[in-house]
């Protein structure tokens, strides 16, 4: 006796379709999974076994063989319990097999029968359209996030015991179908609760003066620029950067929904989840993250913060204090926008499409060059050129802007002048993205930050007042001429804040201040 179930599996951040065959024969009772399973897949026997009794049907006593093919690929995680055990239903005929054809099962089990949510449904189902499936039985925890995914029929279950509805009709089927009338209604909704969403994160109103610095954030925003901010404690570099996504345009629906599969693959979508993730992510790792954690790793490797970060923003505050050989890892992906692991048996590739936000102190101590009142820099010279070395070059020069930021001159924001809000930051920033989408229409960027090479040159429009103070900049400053097409990146960035059509030379001037550490690192 013989039976096919489809199922999925995740490698990387997509799905792979997953083949569970089931071969009941006579035999002393035992079952093999062969087809490289890992602990997790090995350990369903004991789960399906203890779930088709308690849901009142009955585990053959006969020799059962599981394939999970194509059999050279490692199978993880436990999406395919109820695949398995519809399998050994179907194969020995306690329940109708046709109605399984060209369906996707995908789902774990536990001991009492109930079908529990998996990762990365979202991946499972969108590769399984790609293969011609059209049908979908899933827990019914993961319906929110699959119900996303159009032109798919889609079939809840919460407990094994449903699958006696299969026993003979598929018009058994129409109890456990989930309605997707109201999708449009709930994608309206979506994106209109993600702009009511921008009141959770704090306003830039809330920071005193800082004006230079506040007028880099919205540059950065606007262009999708790494930006790297230095001074001494308790100037409000963290609070400037935390506040970074509350000007940042809300995602489009390919990139929510991009964004939401590489939370799904990692599992960590909130629970209860009924939308997309319309907010560009904000990722903050700690000093003492991993390279694997941060850029991804395993032996079928997960996403990492990087990734998790794709579309958004990746801030590492006290950035000397993370390992020197855990910043080098940032070099590809801050260039490529994607994230390449290599194994024996498989390359894997992840998408890195993200703003770098960085913060860190002058010294150890904080005060070095900005001494006031009795705070006084205690740090040797070794000391701090030991800690300023753990930022290198190659990785300074990957970051657009980098700004020095000075203790505050007023507790009182009138004093210390007009200060822009979040909001009029925003419309700044959506205004300055609106001209670059029209100026880069088709050439797979959506914003300046992400333009290279004769895309860039296309675009850019310097005038020549604007092109030789560029030119004699890169020859005083002896900047690489990766930092060269930063600046011009930049700058055309700077003339779209001030709807200017050309570059001019007072947006490449400013610009060029920008790269104020790239002489003062060393």
Known sequence: MFSLIQSASVYGVDGKSISVEVDIASGLPQVNIVGLPDPAVRESVERVRAALKNSGFTFPMDRITVNLAPADLRKEGTSFDLAIAAGILTASGQINAAPFEQTLLIGELSLNGSVRPVAGVLAMIEQAKQCGIRRVLLPLGNVPEASWISDVELFALTHLKELDLFKKEQSGWEHIRVDRTNASDRLSDTWHSSHENYDEIGDYDDVIGQHQAKRAMLIAAAG????????????????????????????????????????????????????????????????????????????????????????????????????????????????????????????????????????????????YGHEYGEKRCTCSASNISRYRSKISGPLLDRIDLQLEVPRPISFDNVKAGSSLTSAQMRGKVLAARSFQQARTSGMGAAANGELSGAALRKTVNLNREAASLLENAFEALGISMRAYDRMLKLARTIADVEASEAVEAEHVAEAIQYRRLDNHMS
Do not use: W
């Open 224 to 367: 999708k620029h790494n930006i790297l901010l230095n001074g001494p404690p308790g100037t409000g570099k963290t609070m400037m950067i935390r506040r970074l996504p509350g000007i940042l345009p809300i995602l489009n629906e390919h990139e929510a929904l991009e964004v939401t599969k590489i939370y799904s693959v990692a599992g960590k979508l909130a629970e209860g989840s009924q939308g997309l993730i319309t907010h560009p992510p904000f990722r903050a790792p700690h000093h003492t993250i991993s390279s694997g954690g941060l850029i991804g790793g395993g032996s079928i490797p997960k996403p990492g913060e990087v990734t998790l970060a794709h579309r958004g923003v990746l801030f590492l505050d006290e950035l000397p204090e993370f390992p020197r050989q855990v910043l080098e890892v940032l070099r590809q992906p801050l260039e490529d926008r994607i994230v390449t692991i290599s194994r024996s048996k498989a390359v894997f590739q992840f998408p890195a499409n993200i703003m770098l936000a960085a913060s860190f102190n002058p010294c150890p101590c904080g005060y």
